[in-house]
C-alpha cells in the first residue's frame, strides 16, 4: 500500500506504539489488578473465582504486551535495543515475574492439596505485583530521561534505574492497576465476593488518587520537560480534566450500582493518562538526561519509512480483525463467572 | 565454548569495521576468565530459552491439527467417543500452549537484552515479521482460545469447532512468521546495507523477497511437519500406553487412529521436506551443509548414517551410504559441493557437533517414520492390540519428535555461526554493548531454576492427566454443544 506523503508515518508509529501498550495497560492492567488482590480473599472457592474471572481473557491480554514490543522493536529498533539491553536485569525480573504469574493461573487448582494451592497463589499474587510495579518503574524512568552514551547505549547502572521518582510510578502502577482490578471483580461476581470486591474499591482508589497526586507534583517539579508540551498548548489541559472526571466518576458509578459503567470510567483514566505520558513524550521515546541532545526519538531511532509503511498496512489489515474478534470473545465471556468442570 | 572464545578473538581484530562497538574486558567473568564470556552466555542463555520454548509450540500446533480433525469427526458422524477425545485432547493442548506462551515472551525479550546490536541492525526487516505475527498469529491463537477451552457450554458446535480451527490456524500462522524471520538470518534478501550515525542497518527493499527469501518455504515446511509428528506421536504414545494397560480402550482405539493417519503423512511429508531443505542449504549455505557432512575437501558430498568427525585431522570415520544413493539423491548439486576448507576456519562453524546434531535428527525422523508405518499397517490389519513389542515402542516414540525438533534446530543454528545474520553479521558483532557476564550468569541461573519447576511442574501435570483418563461423563455433551443449536452470538 502506498501512503501519500504527508502522513507522518513516524509519527503514526509513535501513536500506534502508544494504543498497542495502552490496550495493554487497560487489558492486562485488570488481570494484573485482580492477581494483586488476589490474597486478600480467603477461601478457596472465592479464589478460584478471582482466577477465573480472568480465566479466558488473560492470555490474549498478555498478547497485547507482545505485539507492543514487536512493534517497538519494528518501528524504533534502537528504542527497542538501547532500553531492553539498559533495563537488562529490571526485564529479566519481569519476564520471570509474568511467568509465574501465567504458570500459576494455570497449575493452581490442578492439585487439591492446600499447600501446592497457597505456593501457586503466592507466586499469582506475587508475579502480579511485581509485574505491575516493574513495568511502572520503567515507565518512570522513561518519563525522567536515562542516562545515554554518544552512540545512544544506556550507561547508567541497575541500581540508578531505581531512583525515587521511578518507585514512585512503579507503586502508583500498583495502585492503578489493583483499583482497576478491584472494579472488574465487583463487574464480573455476585454475592459474597462482591460484596468483598466492593469494599476494596474505595480503599485502592484512594491508594491510587494519593499516589497520583504526589507523581504529579514529582513530575512538575522534577520533571518538568513532561509537561512543557502542556504549558504551550493549554487546550491539552482538558485531557488531564477528562483524567479528573472520569476517576471522579467511580464512586459515583459505583454507589449507583452501574458497575460496568465504573470500569469504564477507570478505563478512560487510563486512556487519558497514556494519551499525557506521550504527550508529554513526543517526539522523544527515551529522554536523554542529562545530556538532551542525544535522545532518542520517534524520528532518529526509527526504521525505514518503508518498513512504517509496510507495517502500517499489516496494522490496516490485521487490527480491525482483532478487535472484531477480541469484542466478540468478550461478548461470549460477559456475565457474572461461574466455576465449572473446565475451570481453573 | 571454543568456538565463542576463537570468534571473539577474530572480532576484536576486526574492531574497527563494525561501527566502533566496544566491548570491555572486564566483561569476562574472573574466575572463568576467557572461558564464560559475554558470548558463551549469552548463546547459552538463547540455547537454554530458545529450546526449552520449543518442547511446547509444536505440541500446540500438532495438537491443534488433531483437535481440528477429531471435532470435525465429532461434527459428522455424532459418535459420543470424539466428544470425549475432543474434551481429553483440549485438556492437553490447554496445558502445554499456556507454557509455550509463557517461555514465548522470554524470547521476544531476549532480542533487546541480550543481543542488541543485533537488534539494531535487523530491526528494519525482522521486526516487521515479528510484529506481523503479533498482529496475525498470536491474537487469533489467544483469543479463540478463550473458546475453545472454556466456551464448550457457552456456544453452539459450529462455533466451537470455527473456534478451534482457529486456533489452529493461529499456531500455524505464528510458526509461518517466526521462520520466515530465522531464515532470512539464514539467507538473507530483500535488503540493502545502510551505513547509519550508530553504525550499519540492514534496511529492507522488497518485503515479499524478504518473505520468501531462498530457505523460507522449505525451512518452514520441514518445521510444520517436525510440529505435527510432536502432535501425532503424543496421541499415538497415550493411547498405546492405554492399550498396554487395557483401560479406555475404546478411547484409546479412536485416538491411536488420528495420531496415526497424522503420523503417517507428517512423517512422509517430513522426508521430503527435509530432502529439499538439504538440497536447499547445499545451495545457500554450502559451509552448513559441508559442516552437517564433515565434507571438508571440494567434491562429491557423502551422505553419512553416521559418523564422528575428528577435527584436528579433519578427517570423518563412520558409514556413508553407497555413492549411487547420494549421487541420485542429491544430483548435481551434490556432485561439487563446496568442502570446509574453501572458508577460512574463522567462518567456519563446530563441525562434529554440527555433523552429530544433524545426523541425530535425521536418525529419529527415519526411526518415526518407521513406527508410524509398522503402526498403521498393524492397525489396519487389526493386530495392533497384541503387538505389545511395538505398542511399547510407540509410548516412547513421544519423544522421537522433540528430540527431532531440538537437535534439527541446534543444527541448523550452530551450522549458521559463526554469523547471526549468514555473511553479514557476527554473532560475536550482535551483543548487547551494556550487559556484562555477571548480569548474564545471573539470568541464567535465574531462567535454569524457572525452566526446571515448569519443566517438573509439567511432567507431573501431564502424568496426572494420563493416569486419570479420559473423563467418562464427557460422553455426553452439555449446555448447548447438547442440541446442537445455534448461540445466541
Known amino acids: 500500500m502506498n501512503f501519500p506523503d504527508w502522513l507522518d508515518l513516524n509519527l503514526v508509529w509513535f501513536v500506534l506504539v502508544g494504543v498497542l501498550f495502552t490496550g495493554y495497560a487497560l487489558l492486562d492492567g485488570f488481570d494484573l489488578g485482580v492477581g494483586a488482590l488476589h490474597l486478600f480473599t480467603r477461601t478457596d472457592p472465592h479464589r478460584r473465582l478471582m482466577l477465573n474471572s480472568i480465566g479466558p481473557v488473560w492470555d490474549g491480554n498478555e498478547v497485547w504486551l507482545v505485539t507492543g514490543g514487536g512493534a517497538l522493536f519494528a518501528a524504533f529498533p534502537v528504542v527497542y535495543a538501547t532500553v531492553f539491553s539498559g533495563f537488562y536485569l529490571a526485564l529479566i525480573l519481569l519476564l520471570v515475574a509474568l511467568i509465574f504469574r501465567a504458570v500459576a ?197 526509527s526504521s525505514s519509512p518503508k518498513t512504517l509503511g509496510i507495517m502500517l498496512t499489516i496494522a490496516i489489515i490485521g487490527v480491525p480483525a482483532v478487535l472484531a474478534y477480541t469484542v466478540s470473545i468478550y461478548w461470549i465471556f460477559r456475565g457474572k463467572v461461574k466455576l465449572d468442570r473446565m475451570s481453573y | 565454548m571454543r568456538d565463542g572464545y576463537g570468534s571473539m578473538v577474530h572480532w576484536k581484530s576486526k574492531r574497527n569495521t563494525f561501527g566502533g562497538f566496544v566491548l570491555r574486558d572486564e566483561t569476562k567473568i574472573g574466575m572463568h576468565a576467557g572461558v564464560m564470556d559475554v558470548l558463551s552466555l549469552s548463546r547459552l542463555q ?121 486456533v489452529c490456524l493461529g499456531a500455524h500462522f505464528s510458526a509461518v512468521w517466526i521462520v520466515v524471520a530465522n531464515s532470512w538470518q539464514q539467507t538473507p534478501a530483500g535488503y540493502m546495507i545502510e551505513q547509519t550515525a550508530l553504525g550499519p542497518r540492514a534496511v529492507i527493499t522488497d518485503f515479499w523477497a524478504m518473505v520468501f527469501n531462498p530457505s523460507s518455504m522449505e525451512r518452514l515446511s520441514h518445521v510444520v511437519c517436525g510440529a505435527w509428528q510432536a502432535g501425532a506421536f503424543l496421541i499415538i504414545s497415550v493411547s498405546a500406553f492405554y492399550l498396554l494397560r487395557r483401560k479406555h480402550e475404546e478411547f484409546a482405539k479412536a485416538s491411536m487412529k488420528v495420531g496415526l493417519g497424522a503420523a503417517v503423512v507428517a512423517s512422509i511429508l517430513q522426508i521430503v521436506t527435509g530432502h529439499q531443505s538439504a538440497l536447499g542449504v547445499i545451495r545457500n549455505q554450502p559451509v552448513k551443509m559441508a559442516a552437517f557432512e564433515g565434507h571438508y575437501e571440494t567434491g562429491e558430498l557423502p551422505i553419512y548414517a553416521f559418523g564422528w568427525v575428528d ?87 513421544v519423544l522421537g519428535p522433540q528430540i527431532a525438533n531440538q537437535t534439527g534446530w541446534f543444527a541448523a543454528e550452530m551450522g549458521r555461526q559463526p554469523w547471526v545474520v549468514y555473511g553479514l553479521l557476527r554473532t560475536s558483532d550482535g551483543l548487547s554493548a551494556v550487559v556484562k557476564a555477571d548480569a548474564v550468569l545471573t539470568s541464567l541461573i535465574l531462567f535454569t531454576l524457572v525452566y526446571l519447576l515448569l519443566f517438573a511442574v509439567f511432567v507431573h501435570l501431564l502424568n496426572e492427566k494420563i493416569r486419570h483418563g479420559p473423563d467418562p461423563s464427557d460422553m455426553k455433551p452439555g449446555g448447548k454443544l447438547a442440541s446442537g443449536g445455534r448461540a445466541d452470538l
Open chain 1, 105 to 301: 493461573i494455570e497449575f493452581r487448582s490442578k492439585q487439591p492439596m492446600a499447600w501446592w494451592r497457597r505456593m501457586w497463589d503466592v507466586g499469582f499474587a506475587a508475579g502480579s505485583v511485581l509485574s505491575s510495579f516493574l513495568l511502572g518503574v520503567a515507565m518512570g524512568n522513561i518519563a525522567w530521561g536515562m542516562p545515554l552514551d554518544e552512540r545512544g547505549e544506556f550507561a547508567g547502572t541497575f541500581l540508578g534505574l531505581l531512583h525515587p521518582y521511578a518507585l514512585l510510578v512503579g507503586v502508583t502502577a500498583v495502585a492503578l492497576f489493583m483499583m482497576h482490578g478491584a472494579i472488574y471483580v465487583v463487574m464480573k461476581t455476585e454475592g459474597d465476593l462482591q460484596a468483598q470486591a466492593r469494599q476494596w474499591v474505595r480503599p485502592t482508589m484512594i491508594f491510587f488518587i494519593l499516589c497520583y497526586a504526589v507523581t504529579t507534583m514529582a513530575t512538575l517539579l522534577y520533571a518538568p520537560h513532561m509537561a512543557a508540551r502542556m504549558r504551550a498548548n493549554p487546550w491539552l489541559f482538558t485531557i488531564a480534566l477528562a483524567n479528573v472526571l472520569a476517576i471522579a466518576n467511580i464512586p459515583r458509578e459505583i454507589h449507583h450500582g452501574r458497575d460496568f459503567r465504573a470500569f469504564l470510567s477507570s478505563g478512560c483514566a487510563m486512556i487519558a493518562l497514556m494519551m499525557l505520558f506521550g504527550l508529554g513524550l513526543f517526539p522523544n521515546l527515551v529522554p536523554s538526561n542529562p545530556d538532551p541532545i542525544r535522545s532518542l526519538t520517534a524520528y532518529n531511532a
Open chain 2, 46 to 166: 538463547f540455547a537454554l530459552t530458545a529450546g526449552f520454548h520449543y518442547l511446547y509450540p509444536p505440541l500446540s500446533i500438532g495438537l491443534g491439527v488433531g483437535l481440528v480433525v477429531i471435532e470435525g469427526l465429532w461434527l459428522k458422524t455424532g459418535r459420543p467417543i470424539y466428544h470425549q477425545m475432543a474434551r481429553f485432547w483440549t485438556k492437553v493442548f490447554a496445558l502445554t500452549f499456556a507454557i509455550g506462551v509463557a517461555t514465548g515472551i522470554v524470547l521476544e525479550f531476549e532480542f533487546g537484552t541480550n543481543w542488541a546490536t543485533y537488534s539494531r541492525y535487523v530491526g528494519d526487516v525482522f521486526g516487521s515479521a515479528l510484529a506481523a505475527e503479533g498482529i496475525f498469529a498470536f491474537f487469533l491463537e489467544s483469543g479463540f482460545l478463550a473458546v475453545l477451552l472454556f466456551g464448550w457450554d457457552k456456544v453452539s458446535r459450529g462455533m466451537h469447532f470455527f473456534a478451534t480451527c482457529m
Open chain 2, 311 to 397: 577435527e584436528a585431522s579433519e578427517t570423518v570415520r563412520g558409514l556413508a551410504v553407497p555413492r549411487a544413493v547420494s549421487r541420485t539423491m542429491l544430483g548435481k548439486a551434490g556432485s561439487t559441493a563446496k568442502g570446509l576448507r574453501e572458508f577460512p576456519p574463522e567462518d567456519r562453524p563446530r563441525v562434529n557437533l554440527t555433523f552429530q546434531f544433524y545426523h541425530l535428527m535425521v536418525g529419529v525422523g527415519m526411526a518415526l517414520m518407521a513406527v508410524a508405518l509398522a503402526g498403521s499397517f498393524l492397525c489396519w490389519r487389526g493386530a495392533l492390540s497384541r503387538s505389545r513389542w511395538l505398542l511399547w515402542i510407540m509410548v516412547f516414540s
